[in-house]
């Protein structure tokens, strides 16, 4: 093993879950953010010497992966959100999020979902965050600002009726 | 709740999901990725270099470029007659001396858009320039383009309608990389990447650069914004 695999090793054992959660989050699907992540990796591993002097790696590759999914969305509008009384229909304790937490993500609209899973899950700041997604620092603050208010009154106890209604 | 304890919450939440796949699939579909992209571009540029021969005659048509670089004289008159009628070239001056050289020129030929590179520098000013001349490009610094973008898939395209080589080699000549673009036989849908590599050049020193790639990409607002 060369000492470029064993940096990207390890910098892939640090992060993959980290960007699995951030895609996940963005795309609504698990399946869909597990190939695309594994995608983007391999991609970042194909120019390693030009990712790892990237300043957020993480960022990159979850950039990456969002990128390759672009195209799908537009096809299959998978942004969709998820309507306000609908319940996630799976539930696989020990693999799988938490499906209320799960479900007031995804009542987000998908820019504001973006935005949280890069500032929750990578943990980048307003101006990475805006580089990663390609908006003004401005709107990522907005979005911010719009989705904590949002998932903090689902996710407090009786805070939905408060805040929405 | 604060903004912290809500992030907490929604990490907590998040926890149990977790990426499987081994770090060794991963290295292996990454060095599959990079065989394959050595291969596009061998392939590219061999696409463009028997473009060039089929068309050696049209690209040596216009003239060999830089007479003024150069110091020779000749069958330039073509290019001297041309370049007086129409619009001054448009270079990027290196930032230290010599002032005389330029790190890139584009000027106009006919339909043809005539690049010179000499030096690797202000690529995105280059790329900006051909653009505004109509040529809807993506310039890099290496044989890699962009990970925003992919490859432009068509049955049935010619390069050579679209990039001709000066050198009919496709390498540099003593002047840099000089090459034409009909900004016009851009097919639609598709995007002309031009990576110019830097090998064999340390950063910073003036002379010719590296091989050149040349492909297509396919026309999205990521890539072209890339």
Redesign the interface.
Known sequence: MTADSTEFTAFYQAARNNCLRAVYVSTGSRDAAEDLVAEAFARAWARWRQVRRHPAPQAWVVATALNANVSSWRRRRREQRLPDDQQLPWADPGTSADPDVMAALLRLPVRQRQVIALRFMLDLDTAQTARTLGMAPGTVTAHTARAIARLRAELTSGGKQEAWQ | ?N?LD??A??????A????E?P?E???A??????TR?RSVLAGAAAVVAAAVAAGGLAVAGPGRPAAEASGQTGARSAVSRAASTQPQPRTQPQPSRPATVTAWTVTHSGRWLRVTIRQLADLPGLQATLRADGARVVVTGSL?WP??CSPWRSANYQMGDVIRMQNVTGLPSRDGSEFYIDPAQIPAGALLFIGQSPVGKPPGVIGPPGPMASGYLTD?P?CF?S
């Open positions: 709740m903004d809500l992030k919450i929604v990490r907590d939440g998040l149990a999901v977790r990426l796949v770090a699939a991963v290295l579909r990454g060095q599959a990725i990079k992209r890699a990970s925003a999205t990521a914004g």
